[in-house]
């Protein structure tokens, strides 16, 4: 039945024992990514500590981050709306993993966080920290903590990390 | 629109394995060569050759698809390359519908492969940059975050818990143990998935597909084509593909919505209206345990939230009134991006014509949904497969 399927598994010793030619490379690339006029500005404002969104007219969204043209109604959005630096957890993880398939004793918290004063719904990505890990639930109220202003160089991570921010009413 | 009818023919893989000594080159041709002599069509008589494979980020090698062609088939043929992430699988199969059913071609062979353990240490590195460069790579996140925010939305918004998601790892892990090319069979319980590392809460490591090296690949033809060579044809009856927008922060990750539509796209192509009871099976894309049920409400097999449930009390299994995933699936065949979606459809194939073995569905099933999903959580691709020709 098994020759129906072709291949031949390696066994993890052989390569260790060196018994499987191969060749390696690592390759050398370094990009520049030009941010646009819209992220420009997103960047710009976290370096002055705010968070600014864009407004659509069409399907009245407000969105973040911004954009210079909806993509819903494919027309151009249409004014600059500054937003809060509060919101609530919308989605969440505790992860044990990094990127580089480390292990964490300390799990980061990854997060979508509904930014107070853009549409509902409207979410960003960013590290929550400083919540007992029992705590974090879906619909959190949370805060920026930002980088001191010499600290910032327009980077979403002039805001350091999100934390439970207890003057925020959950909705429910 | 006039359109031609289109059967799949033939179907044929390799093993799905953590490491294959075969080069990608390799792995394709076994898998096509496999899928020819299903049903003995030359090369000569394939008109046209579709492949998919992941970016050239994985293997280090620039142009993937045109080193690739000699081992699809493709010398000196028309040939496409398509990718859509983890929903490549189905997708390639799709677009070779339109190939033949335009009466462009004849006969199309449709490969995908995927060897995701060139990459070192691990693919997860070459996976940074599906992430927005400037809003989200400086956060340095990784692939099991996204699963990982989207199960927690699922369960938070339904009420599922783990133990729920957990049975799908030991459906799809035992139904694999009657899969001979599977790289993951095993027998498990809930409490075994469980007691597994939590890898990022809620994702336990038993939850998640393996990364794998393996290919896979089908023959389609047109009626004509298809009546002279086989007397078991199994009928492209429809197709569907719908891709949801990059911002996906900005969306509620509870359901899949562009499911949804890439399904109702191939439903109506197919004249199917009530889709739970004109479905005798399905093979919805479980890269991760939580996936499959996401999927199958977005495939309409199950309501809002109630996939668990129907889980619970056996309608999936495989002697169950829907089955689902009797092949084993990415958690127990393996993972091999590309490859996978077509591995499902293979066993759709093998399934309505009674060829599955151990594998088999009991009542002669007569249609069949393939579903994949890939991308930053964005792609829906659908095939609806059966045994009764298209109107």
Not at chain 2, 184 to 208: N, Q, Y
Not at chain 2, 235 to 260: F, S
Not at chain 2, 277 to 289: G, L
């Given at each position: 039945m098994s020759d129906k399927y072709p291949g031949t598994p390696l066994d993890k010793g052989e390569l260790k024992r060196g018994k499987i030619f191969m060749t390696s490379y690592v390759p050398k690339l370094r990009y520049c990514w030009d941010t646009g006029e819209a992220i420009g500005r997103y960047l710009e404002e976290l370096r002055n500590g705010r968070l600014i969104a864009r407004s659509c007219n069409g399907c009245q969204r407000i969105m973040i981050p911004p954009r210079m043209f909806c993509e819903r109604c494919f027309r151009p959005t249409d004014e600059w709306v500054y937003v809060k630096d509060t919101g609530r957890i919308l989605t969440f993880s505790l992860c044990y993993v990094t990127w580089e398939v480390r292990r964490l004793k300390q799990p980061q918290i990854p997060a979508v966080i509904e930014i107070d004063g853009a549409s509902p719904g409207m979410g960003i990505l960013h590290l929550v920290k400083k919540a007992p890990l029992k705590q974090v639930r879906v619909g959190m109220p949370v805060r920026a903590v930002w980088r001191t202003p010499s600290q910032r160089r327009g980077s979403v991570t002039d805001i350091s990390y999100w934390e439970p921010d207890s003057l925020n009413k959950e909705v429910g | 629109m006039s359109r031609r009818r289109v059967a799949v023919i033939g179907a044929g893989m390799t093993k799905f394995m953590h490491r294959a000594l075969e080069t990608p080159k390799e792995l394709a041709w076994l898998a096509v060569q496999s899928a020819l002599a299903s049903n003995q069509l030359?090369?000569?008589?394939?008109d046209c050759v579709v492949l998919g494979s992941a970016p050239d980020a994985f293997d280090g090698v620039h142009m993937k698809s045109e080193y690739l062609s000699d081992g699809c088939g493709g010398w000196r043929k028309p040939f496409l390359r398509c990718y859509v992430g983890g929903g490549t699988g189905v997708y390639a199969v799709a677009q070779a519908w339109v190939q033949v059913a335009s009466g462009m071609f004849d006969t199309a062979v449709v490969v995908c492969e995927e060897k995701m353990?060139?990459?070192?240490?691990?693919?997860q590195a070459a996976f940074?940059?599906?992430?927005?460069?400037?809003?989200?790579q400086p956060l340095k996140p990784n692939l099991l975050w996204i699963f990982a925010l989207e199960q927690t939305r699922y369960m938070e918004t339904y009420g599922i818990t783990v133990e729920e998601i957990a049975r799908v790892s030991v459906k799809n892990k035992r139904n694999a143990l009657n899969h001979p090319a599977a790289q993951l069979g095993a027998k498990l319980t809930v409490e075994d998935v469980l007691a597994s590392e939590i890898m990022a809460w809620p994702v336990h490591r038993l939850m998640v597909s393996p990364t794998s090296d393996g290919a896979a690949a089908v023959v389609l033809a047109s009626e004509e084509v298809a009546r002279r060579v086989t007397d078991k044809p199994i009928w492209i009856q429809g197709v569907g593909w719908c891709l949801d927008t990059a911002y996906w922060t900005n969306r509620d990750l509870a359901y899949p919505e562009y499911v949804e539509k890439a399904a109702w796209m191939a439903y109506r192509m197919a004249g199917v209206k009530e889709p739970r009871k004109e479905i005798n099976i399905a093979e919805p894309y479980d890269p991760f345990a939580y996936k499959e049920l996401h999927h199958l409400e977005g495939l309409q097999l199950a309501p809002k939230g109630q996939a668990p449930k129907l889980l619970a009390d056996g309608v999936?299994?495989?002697?169950?009134?829907l089955p689902v995933t009797p092949s084993g699936g990415l958690l127990g065949v393996g993972n091999p991006i590309a490859a996978a979606g077509t591995m499902k459809l293979c066993e759709l194939f093998w399934q309505l014509r009674g060829e599955a073995g151990k594998r088999q569905v009991p009542g002669k099933p007569e249609r069949g949904v393939a579903q994949a999903w890939g991308d930053l959580m964005q792609v829906g691709t659908v095939v609806v497969m059966g045994t009764k020709k298209p109107q």
């Amino acid at each position: 039945m098994s020759d129906k399927y072709p291949g031949t598994p390696l066994d993890k010793g052989e390569l260790k024992r060196g018994k499987i030619f191969m060749t390696s490379y690592v390759p050398k690339l370094r990009y520049c990514w030009d941010t646009g006029e819209a992220i420009g500005r997103y960047l710009e404002e976290l370096r002055n500590g705010r968070l600014i969104a864009r407004s659509c007219n069409g399907c009245q969204r407000i969105m973040i981050p911004p954009r210079m043209f909806c993509e819903r109604c494919f027309r151009p959005t249409d004014e600059w709306v500054y937003v809060k630096d509060t919101g609530r957890i919308l989605t969440f993880s505790l992860c044990y993993v990094t990127w580089e398939v480390r292990r964490l004793k300390q799990p980061q918290i990854p997060a979508v966080i509904e930014i107070d004063g853009a549409s509902p719904g409207m979410g960003i990505l960013h590290l929550v920290k400083k919540a007992p890990l029992k705590q974090v639930r879906v619909g959190m109220p949370v805060r920026a903590v930002w980088r001191t202003p010499s600290q910032r160089r327009g980077s979403v991570t002039d805001i350091s990390y999100w934390e439970p921010d207890s003057l925020n009413k959950e909705v429910g | 629109m006039s359109r031609r009818r289109v059967a799949v023919i033939g179907a044929g893989m390799t093993k799905f394995m953590h490491r294959a000594l075969e080069t990608p080159k390799e792995l394709a041709w076994l898998a096509v060569q496999s899928a020819l002599a299903s049903n003995q069509l030359k090369l000569k008589q394939v008109d046209c050759v579709v492949l998919g494979s992941a970016p050239d980020a994985f293997d280090g090698v620039h142009m993937k698809s045109e080193y690739l062609s000699d081992g699809c088939g493709g010398w000196r043929k028309p040939f496409l390359r398509c990718y859509v992430g983890g929903g490549t699988g189905v997708y390639a199969v799709a677009q070779a519908w339109v190939q033949v059913a335009s009466g462009m071609f004849d006969t199309a062979v449709v490969v995908c492969e995927e060897k995701m353990s060139t990459c070192q240490p691990h693919p997860q590195a070459a996976f940074l940059t599906i992430f927005d460069p400037i809003t989200e790579q400086p956060l340095k996140p990784n692939l099991l975050w996204i699963f990982a925010l989207e199960q927690t939305r699922y369960m938070e918004t339904y009420g599922i818990t783990v133990e729920e998601i957990a049975r799908v790892s030991v459906k799809n892990k035992r139904n694999a143990l009657n899969h001979p090319a599977a790289q993951l069979g095993a027998k498990l319980t809930v409490e075994d998935v469980l007691a597994s590392e939590i890898m990022a809460w809620p994702v336990h490591r038993l939850m998640v597909s393996p990364t794998s090296d393996g290919a896979a690949a089908v023959v389609l033809a047109s009626e004509e084509v298809a009546r002279r060579v086989t007397d078991k044809p199994i009928w492209i009856q429809g197709v569907g593909w719908c891709l949801d927008t990059a911002y996906w922060t900005n969306r509620d990750l509870a359901y899949p919505e562009y499911v949804e539509k890439a399904a109702w796209m191939a439903y109506r192509m197919a004249g199917v209206k009530e889709p739970r009871k004109e479905i005798n099976i399905a093979e919805p894309y479980d890269p991760f345990a939580y996936k499959e049920l996401h999927h199958l409400e977005g495939l309409q097999l199950a309501p809002k939230g109630q996939a668990p449930k129907l889980l619970a009390d056996g309608v999936f299994d495989r002697n169950g009134d829907l089955p689902v995933t009797p092949s084993g699936g990415l958690l127990g065949v393996g993972n091999p991006i590309a490859a996978a979606g077509t591995m499902k459809l293979c066993e759709l194939f093998w399934q309505l014509r009674g060829e599955a073995g151990k594998r088999q569905v009991p009542g002669k099933p007569e249609r069949g949904v393939a579903q994949a999903w890939g991308d930053l959580m964005q792609v829906g691709t659908v095939v609806v497969m059966g045994t009764k020709k298209p109107q």
